[in-house]
């Protein structure tokens, strides 16, 4: 919820006139406390919590039985992840390096170009089916057949983010954000605070922590043209990221996915993930707040 290419933090650094680059490295810093603390988090739920371990057939264990010669190396495993990141980060870095920038132009905007989000992703995407055919030994139409079933899970995932974004505009043009401003002036709630309360509040109500995201970052983004914060809205996007995937419950198709892959019940599955979450989100709203005092990161 911190980091691209999650489609939230995509469209939240779009919303909120953030360098994507910039997100990515701030969301990696500040994702180690709630990392750290949703793994204390586990440790004392793991001796409170009794789960037995369930049962594997054959058929479930057979890729542990393939040669490490069959599978890919970890570097190569690794690549489709961290390309989109490097090349980004690396876009965002020539951003920052003006007069680097007009020494060496021609590397500066290639560099640009596959700096570009889509771009990056896409190559991030290629590379993934090339291991995936050469691990596989398939053919290009073999590829082709198996990618029907993500491509209709892709599909899902862009008609929940444009929905999203659709209903966060749609809140922003009724003059809910207004409304959002005057109650922070008329409280004067910190507004690290109340991006992730609104957050967290649209996360329980639906459960989608995408829509959570973008909606919030919709409302929230008139709120910083009127009152420019004393610090970098970078931290308001951290705020909402965290509070987007608070108190995982039924209504969270991830609570479904965990609880079922697990062999959780759902009261274990209340006991175990969503508590880790909670806390978790708790953790990145504090490290949100310190953070924005002790590294404002203004111009």
């Known amino acids: 919820s911190l980091v691209a290419p999650h489609p939230g933090p995509l469209a939240m650094a779009e919303l909120l006139h953030l360098d994507l680059g910039l997100t990515i490295i701030v969301g990696l810093v500040a994702g180690v406390g709630p990392v750290a603390v949703a793994w204390l988090t586990s440790k004392f739920v793991a001796t409170r919590v009794n789960v037995e371990v369930p049962e594997a057939s054959p058929e479930d264990l057979k890729v542990i039985d393939r040669p490490e010669s069959e599978l890919p190396g970890f570097w190569t495993s690794l690549a489709p992840v961290l390309l989109p990141i490097a090349l980004i980060g690396g876009a965002s ?15 500066a905007t290639a560099l640009e ?11 991030s995407t290629v590379i993934a089916l090339f291991l995936l055919a050469r691990a596989q030994k398939l053919r290009l139409t073999d590829v082709g057949r198996r990618m029907s079933a993500p491509l209709e899970t892709a599909g899902v995932i862009i008609l929940i983010t444009s929905a999203g974004g659709a209903f ?10 207004d409304a959002v401003k005057q109650l922070a002036d008329g409280l004067d709630m910190n507004l690290i605070l109340l991006a992730w309360l609104v957050a967290a509040v649209i996360r329980i109500a639906q459960g989608s922590a995408t829509v959570a995201m973008l909606t919030t970052a919709a409302m929230m983004q008139p709120v910083l043209e009127a009152a420019p914060p004393p610090y970098n809205p970078v931290y308001i996007f951290l705020a909402i990221g965290c ?20 062999g959780f019940t759902e009261k274990q599955t209340l006991k175990t993930f969503t508590v880790i979450l909670t806390t978790a989100s708790l953790a990145g709203l504090v490290v949100a707040l310190v953070l924005s005092r002790l590294v404002p990161l203004t111009s």
């Open 168 to 177: 966060g505009y749609m809140l922003r043009n009724a003059g809910v954000g």
């Open 93 to 107: 870095a020539v951003a920052a390096l003006p007069v680097w920038r007009q020494e060496h132009s021609q590397l």
């Open 243 to 262: 509070g987007s995937f608070v108190l995982s419950w039924m209504n969270d198709s991830g609570f479904w996915v965990v609880s079922r892959l697990s």
């Open 113 to 123: 170009f596959l700096g570009n989000r889509n771009v990056a992703l896409m190559l």
